[in-house]
Nanobody, 122 residues
Framework: QVRLVESGGGLVQAGGSLRLSCAVSGRAFSAYAMGWFRQAPGKERDLVAA????????YYADFVKGRFTISRDNAKNTVYLEMNSLKPEDTAVYYC???????????????WGQGTQVTVSS
């Protein structure tokens, strides 16, 4: 059974940076991509960035494009989200997800991490 463990969240000032990590473990299964989602209080959980399992394609939501970078380290079974030029509106709980289909066409899977809080002050 796949397990996802997120880390790296915290409190930063506007303009600062954070790197989130998602460690993946468990039995092998058919996977297409991994993604980062975020959810602010009272709002839906939105796709932030995604990367295919083999790392040949990436996707970024318009509101983070040019500021965030998703990557993966196969040797460590870890996916990262480098967040730069953070804004107060980036404040949310960030979740890691692993899916067997493209997120933009079929949505997210049921495999989630516990989430990590990111708070950006002005």
């Amino acid at each position: 059974q796949v397990r996802l463990v997120e880390s790296g969240g915290g409190l930063v000032q506007a303009g600062g940076s954070l790197r989130l990590s998602c460690a993946v473990s468990g039995r092998a299964f058919s996977a297409y991509a991994m993604g980062w989602f975020r959810q602010a209080p009272g709002k839906e959980r939105d796709l932030v960035a995604a990367i295919t399992w083999n790392g040949d394609n990436t996707y970024y939501a318009d509101f983070v494009k040019g500021r965030f970078t998703i990557s993966r380290d196969n040797a460590k079974n870890t996916v990262y989200l480098e967040m730069n030029s953070l804004k107060p509106e980036d404040t949310a709980v960030y979740y890691c997800n692993v899916g067997d289909r493209p997120y933009t066409k079929y949505g997210r899977s049921d495999y989630w991490g516990q989430g990590t809080q990111v708070t950006v002050s002005s």
